[in-house]
């Protein structure tokens, strides 16, 4: 929902640039650079998207009949359109995550295969971080890391919202990314660039997903003006995810006063708060809000997401406009 500040509009215009699919764009690999440093990796490679980005990261990672364990709601299995199957065949294992969105480890070690004909190979561990605004704890992910690799395991992060949880962690991406071998990030979330994410990992598989990134049409060309934005994006709006997360938990509170919407605040951990009513409710609301340029996922549980467009007195002004529904 974000718009490309004025800042970030100039970086865009003002970029040199060349041919990416020749690797001959200076600002996308200034930003590859920047990203693969922050993450602590050897290489990282700028796509179009996140799907795409977790798209070349499983086939990179994952052959034909090789599988991959992942949480059934994470987005590597609900909400990419079955794209590493299709594309890939690739198998997917999906597991319930548990309700502070870790997978239980007792449950993955349940459904990895052993070495058998009958039997699909257990390749690739997923995980994501943060999983519908839930920050997963450094512990645990260190433990599913030691975990993958005493099963021979790979482990992949969809750090989509890796910012938002290295935002509440209080620590470095390094920190986080060091438990896994690929992780992807998302540019255009909350850090506010238009288009992009970035997939970090060593130089072999990064040498696979720009060949698939080639071949799912992810090759583009004077890139740089993208690019751009999301160097832009990393260097200006990393440090102030943190008005987001603390936007949330004003939002969430104010929302609670009213006794026909529910928020679990343990859930409220970053930027993102999940309203529950009913849906006729959240119907309504969802259609008065939006005349008031208030725009909400809705459902009988909404999504409110804080990002760099919302101030604290556009949270306020949320709030009034609550009121004056249920009034
Ligand atoms: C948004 C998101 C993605 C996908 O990013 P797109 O750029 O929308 O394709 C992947 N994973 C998570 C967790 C996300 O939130």
């Known amino acids: 929902m974000t718009q490309p500040t004025e800042g970030m509009r100039k970086v865009m215009a003002a970029a040199a640039v060349g041919d990416d699919v ?25 796509v179009p998207s996140g799907t795409m980005s977790n798209l070349v990261a499983l086939l990179s990672h994952c052959q034909r009949g090789e599988e991959y364990i992942v949480g059934q709601g994470y987005h590597t299995y609900w909400y990419e359109a079955g794209g590493a199957p299709v594309l890939g065949s690739i198998v997917p294992q999906p597991i ?49 890391y030691d975990f993958a690799k005493s ?47 970035v997939l970090c990992a060593d130089k072999e598989i990064i040498k696979w997903a720009r060949r698939w990134r080639k071949m799912v049409g992810g090759g583009m060309r004077q890139s740089g003006v993208l690019a751009a934005a999301g160097i832009y994006a990393l260097e ?8 987001d997360h603390a936007n949330a938990k004003v939002l969430a509170k104010r929302l609670q006063e009213f006794p026909k919407l529910s928020v679990n605040m343990d859930l409220v951990q970053t930027n993102m708060l999940f309203v529950k009513t009913d849906l006729e409710t959240a119907e309504k609301l969802t259609d008065f809000l939006k005349q008031h340029d208030i725009i909400i996922l809705p459902g009988e549980t909404m999504r ?21 529904f249920f009034a």
């Open 304 to 324: 409110w997401v804080m990002h760099l467009d919302v101030s604290s007195s556009d949270v306020k002004f949320v709030a009034q406009k609550v009121q004056e």
């Open 96 to 144: 319930m995550a548990e309700l502070d969105g870790t997978l239980d480890l007792a449950k993955v070690e349940a459904v990895i295969k052993k070495d058998d004909y009958h039997f699909a190979r257990t390749k690739l561990l997923c995980l994501e971080n943060t999983h519908n605004g839930k920050v997963i704890p450094l512990d645990y992910m260190q433990k599913a």
């Open 236 to 243: 200006n709006h990393v440090d102030r995810l943190a008005f």
């Open 151 to 197: 099963k021979g395991l790979s482990v992949h992060l969809d750090g989509a919202r890796a910012f938002n949880a290295i935002t509440e962690l209080g620590c470095d991406l390094k920190d986080l990314t060091q438990y896994a071998d690929s992780v992807s990030i998302c540019l255009s979330k909350g850090l506010g660039a238009p288009v992009g994410s």
């Open 22 to 46: 020749f690797q001959d764009d200076p600002t996308v690999r200034k930003l590859e650079d920047m990203a693969a440093e922050m993450a602590g990796k050897a290489d990282a490679l700028f």
